[in-house]
Nanobody
């Protein structure tokens, strides 16, 4: 069983940058067996895919809406995945979730085995 804990969210102003973190733990978990992804859920909307990264960190995949301002990375020594967001906009306001997938990088939320509880990002104009 893997536990994922996101952090780094908060209230920010439009134009700011933010780095979200997601730390993985679990007694029997081998973190490097998992691809990781970031999703977000704006108020009143469906959860949407943002980015995914394979276990080697050499392969990444972004939603079209995330290309250019979002960067996913991971530090396997710390069992942590990151999401950097530049030039934040009010429409980036959402709960941001990380997730783990034992198979491959994917934009499909149903491919992910474990989810964090989410971290709220609120962008004021």
């Amino acid at each position: 069983q893997m536990q994922l804990v996101e952090s780094g969210g908060g209230l920010v102003q439009a134009g700011d940058s933010l780095r979200l973190s997601c730390a993985a733990s679990g007694r029997t978990v081998v973190y490097t067996e998992y691809a990781m992804g970031w999703f977000r859920q704006p108020p009143g909307k469906e959860r949407e895919f943002l980015a995914s990264i394979d276990w080697t960190a050499s392969d990444t995949y972004y939603a079209d809406s995330a290309k250019g301002r979002f960067t996913i990375s991971r530090d396997n020594a710390k069992s942590t995945v990151y999401l950097e967001i530049d030039s934040l906009k009010p429409e980036d306001t959402a709960v941001y979730y990380c997730a783990a997938n034992r198979r491959f990088i994917s934009k499909n939320r149903y491919d992910y085995d474990y989810w964090g509880q989410g971290t709220q990002v609120t962008v004021s104009s």
